[in-house]
C-alpha cells in the first residue's frame, strides 16, 4: 500500500469519525469531478449545483456507513448518479409547472403588490443568518451583502480565501436547510396569486 493509498484511508476514517475538516477536504477532492457527472446529465447550471449540494449534505448523513475496504469512488458516485436520476425522474413531468413557477417569482419581485412576500422571505433569511456563528455571519454579510471578493474577504479577516469560500458554502447550507418549512408555504403562496390574477 503506498502513502497516497493510506492518507485517503487515513482521511475516510476522519470523515466517518465525523471530522469536519475530513469533509472539506474530500469535498475539495471530488466537487469539480462531481459537477462535470452532474452537468453532464442535467445540461443545467442551475440544477447540477443543487444536485452537488445534496450530493455532500448526503455524504455528511452517512458518513458512517462508509467502507474503507471498499472504493470510495464508487460509494460517492453512486450517491451522485442515484441522486441526479432521482431529480431528473420528480421534475421530469413537472417542467411546464415549472416555468410558470418562475414566471410568478419573477412577477411576485416585480410588482409592489406582492412585496410583503418577498419581505418575510427575506426575514426568514435574516433571522438564521442572525443567529449563525460570528465569523460565518460576518463572512456571509461581507460577501452577500456588500459584494466583496472571497480574497478581499480573506484580507480583512486575515484568512484564506479557501477558508471564506467554505464558511460560504457552510452557510449556504445551514440556509437552505433551514428554509425547508417555509418552501411549500411560499410555493402556495405564488401559486396562489397566479390563480387569482388569472381570474382578474
Not at 475539495?28 to 442551475?46: A, M, N, R, V
Not at 426575514?123 to 449563525?132: E, N
Request: aromatic share 12%; glycine share 2%.
Amino acid at each position: 500500500m503506498n502513502n497516497l493509498d493510506l492518507n485517503k484511508i487515513n482521511l475516510l476514517q476522519s470523515l466517518k469519525n465525523g471530522n469536519e475538516r475530513a469533509f472539506e477536504e474530500i469535498f475539495y477532492l471530488y466537487q469539480k469531478k462531481l459537477y462535470c457527472f452532474i452537468f453532464t446529465i442535467t445540461k443545467s447550471e442551475y440544477v447540477t449545483e443543487e444536485i452537488l449540494q445534496e450530493v455532500f449534505i448526503k455524504l455528511w448523513s452517512i458518513r458512517d456507513t462508509i467502507n474503507i475496504s471498499m472504493s470510495f469512488d464508487s460509494f460517492i458516485y453512486t450517491i451522485t448518479r442515484n441522486l441526479t436520476y432521482n431529480y431528473i425522474r420528480e421534475i421530469g413531468n413537472r417542467n411546464s409547472l415549472k416555468q410558470e413557477l418562475w414566471k410568478d417569482v419573477c412577477y411576485f419581485h416585480e410588482e409592489t403588490e406582492n412585496d410583503i412576500f418577498y419581505k418575510e422571505y427575506k426575514s426568514i433569511v435574516d433571522g438564521i443568518v442572525d443567529k449563525l456563528p460570528i465569523k460565518k455571519k460576518s463572512i456571509f454579510i461581507l460577501s452577500k451583502e456588500e459584494g466583496k471578493s472571497n480574497q478581499e474577504i480573506a484580507d480583512l479577516l486575515g484568512i484564506t480565501p479557501k477558508t471564506v469560500k467554505n464558511h460560504l458554502w457552510k452557510t449556504l447550507q445551514i440556509i437552505r436547510i433551514q428554509l425547508q418549512p417555509y418552501i411549500k408555504t411560499i410555493t402556495t403562496a405564488l401559486l396562489l396569486i397566479n390563480l387569482f390574477y388569472n381570474k382578474k
